[in-house]
């Protein structure tokens, strides 16, 4: 056929269609059972194909429930995503899901499973890992969870939606870790290794010129949208001040960075357009300082010295990002683009967290996680008027937050399975 149809079948966990029609996505609702059934129920389902220039075309709109939702022809060189999006009765989006980019020649007979979840919430994804510490957490090609723990790794499929059996061991220790397609760069302080996850082989990282592994090790990563990563150092909860990062681009090449300031338990953020921020960590230095996109160097940010340790920074947009958690723990936002004698401007709710990461939502909104005064993994909501607390599906104790490509923020490690929060 020189056209596949494309059918959906609503079902539950792990269950399939007939299989007449030729790529069938499957909407899967992982853990969670009453993901379609509780009220306010979804009483439509609307389904988009979204391209690779973010623009998106409804294919079908029908009452639920329903069997199958004929989507009609779809050419084979075509490649998208598909969108779910579940309407309450008064037209408020209650469910909605996103699967990765496919080629629709490439589904073949197959299914295509795409989670759907309530949104504002926690939900625990289908056939997820078993509970495992986190040293470090990743996204591999642009398809694979990678949770390191140690020389242990888990891989979790989200095309697929299932955690794989017997990944590879890492070659090292993984006290941070950098992805480049399907390579994993581990690194702990005597050096870097690589390892393949579609093959299982490794080899050793040459130490790039201007920094040492030593210094970096510990830290958090965190990516850009063309690729690039940075493991920063600065970010590291113990040891000595640093005022290194390292940079793996999107041509695989690693080079060291030099922050304007030591800094010690500090948080950060990738601002696409602007570079990387990183704030606090410092008695002394400015509050924050930033790293443009090909900079080698970090610049001075015209604010105050902010001692913060262990906590977490969320970009809102172009010029602002937020800070939360750690110590102090005040909720406040930073303007990137005040050219001098620069203030934070505080939001109204605080968050309870001792160690914390964050992730941008829409509409002015941020998402913090990390663990309170007693080692428990929390979660919470936060805008400039109030901070609401997002339950976990199950306790947890040191989970990482990891931005999904599908656009999703995923908690993992500390429990067994994967969450994730959809606004």
């Known amino acids: 056929m020189s056209r596949p149809r494309i059918g959906v079948a609503v079902t539950a966990l792990a ?61 084979k060189e075509e490649i998208g995503a598909v969108r779910l999006t579940g309407l309450a009765a008064d037209g408020r989006t209650v469910v909605r899901g996103e699967s990765l980019f496919v080629q629709w020649g490439g589904l073949g007979a197959s299914n295509l499973p795409v989670f759907v979840q309530r949104t504002g919430e926690l939900a625990r994804l289908p056939r997820g890992p078993s509970a495992t510490s986190v040293s470090s957490a990743a996204i591999a090609n642009g398809r694979f969870v990678v949770v390191a723990n140690g020389t242990t790794s888990v891989l979790y499929d989200l095309l697929q939606l299932r955690a794989l059996g017997s990944p590879p061991a890492f070659p090292r220790a993984a006290r941070s870790t950098l992805t480049y397609g399907t390579v994993v760069v581990v690194v702990d302080e005597a050096g870097a290794s690589s390892l393949d996850v579609s093959d299982g082989t490794s080899a050793e990282v040459t130490t790039p010129q201007g920094g040492s592994f030593s210094e970096v090790a510990g830290g958090l990563t965190y990516s850009a949208e063309d690729g690039t990563q940075w493991v920063v150092g600065a970010t590291r909860a113990g040891g000595a001040p640093t005022a290194k990062a390292l940079r793996l681009g999107p041509d695989g090449n690693l080079t060291f960075v030099t922050l304007a300031a030591p800094r010690s338990g500090a948080c950060a953020s990738w601002v696409e357009g602007r570079g990387l921020v990183v704030w606090g960590g410092s008695e002394g230095a400015p509050g924050g300082e930033l790293v443009l996109p090909a900079g080698t160097t970090g610049v001075a940010l015209p604010y105050p010295p902010d001692a913060s340790v262990g906590c977490g920074l969320a970009t809102l947009d172009a010029n602002r990002v937020v800070v939360a958690g750690g110590a102090p723990g005040r909720v406040r936002e930073i303007d990137l683009a005040c050219a001098g004698a620069c203030a934070t401007r505080d939001w109204a709710a605080d968050v309870p967290l001792a160690r914390a990461e964050g992730f941008g939502l829409a509409g002015g909104a941020t998402l913090f996680a990390g663990e309170d005064a007693s080692g428990s993994t929390r979660v919470f909501r936060v805008t400039a008027t109030e901070a609401r607390e997002i339950a976990t599906k199950l306790p947890r104790r040191g989970a990482r937050l990891v931005a999904s490509p599908t656009g999703g923020a995923l908690l993992v490690g500390g429990a067994a399975g994967i969450e994730q929060y959809l606004d």
């Open 15 to 75: 269950l399939a269609c007939s299989g007449q029609a030729e790529g069938t996505i499957v909407v899967e609702i992982g853990e969670e059972a009453d993901t379609l059934t509780r009220a306010p129920a979804p009483t439509s389902l609307v389904v988009a194909a979204v391209a690779l220039d973010g623009s998106v075309k409804e294919l079908a709109r029908t009452a639920l429930p329903a069997d199958v939702i004929d989507l009609g022809d779809a050419a």
